[in-house]
C-alpha cells in the first residue's frame, strides 16, 4: 500500500501563487509517475501536470502550460505543484496521483495510477 499526504493549499487571489506538495510513503514504485488532477463539483476529474521519475519527463494540461511547473522534491517520491498567475477556472479540487512507470503518452489519463491522494482545495477569490 502506499499512502500519499497532499499539502499547500488554500485561498490565493487572481493572479497570485500557490504550491502543492504530495509526498508518496509505503511500498512506493521504482521508477514512479506522480501526477495532478483537478475537479470541480458535478464535473469530470480532469488532468493537470505529471511527471516521471527516471528520465524526468513531465505533461501539462494546455490550460495550465506557462503558468504550473512539476517538480520533484529531494525526498523520494515527492512532487510540486508551483502554481502562478492563478485564474479563477483554476479553482477545484486537487488530487495527487501515484503510480508505477506510465508511457509519456499515458500520463495524462487516470488509468495509470494506481493511488489517490485524498484531494485539497485551491479557492481562487479576492
Known amino acids: 500500500q502506499v499512502q500519499l499526504e497532499e499539502s499547500g493549499g488554500g485561498l490565493v487571489q487572481p493572479g497570485g501563487s500557490l504550491r502543492l506538495s504530495c509526498a508518496a510513503s509505503?511500498?512506493?514504485?521504482?521508477?514512479?509517475?506522480m501526477g495532478w488532477f483537478r475537479q470541480l463539483p458535478g464535473k469530470e476529474r480532469e488532468f493537470v501536470a505529471a511527471?516521471?521519475?527516471?528520465?524526468?519527463?513531465?505533461v501539462y494540461a494546455d490550460s495550465v502550460k506557462g503558468r504550473f511547473t512539476i517538480s520533484r522534491g529531494n525526498a523520494e517520491s515527492t512532487v510540486f505543484l508551483q502554481m502562478n498567475s492563478v485564474n479563477t477556472e483554476d479553482a477545484a479540487v486537487y488530487y495527487c496521483?501515484?503510480?508505477?512507470?506510465?508511457?509519456?503518452?499515458?500520463?495524462?489519463?487516470?488509468?495509470?495510477?494506481?493511488?489517490w491522494g485524498q484531494g485539497i482545495q485551491v479557492t481562487v477569490s479576492s
Open positions: 496521483a501515484y503510480g508505477p512507470y506510465i508511457i509519456v503518452s499515458s500520463m495524462s489519463q487516470q488509468f495509470g495510477y494506481k493511488y
Open positions: 511527471l516521471r521519475w527516471r528520465g524526468g519527463h513531465t
Open positions: 509505503g511500498q512506493t514504485f521504482s521508477p514512479y509517475t
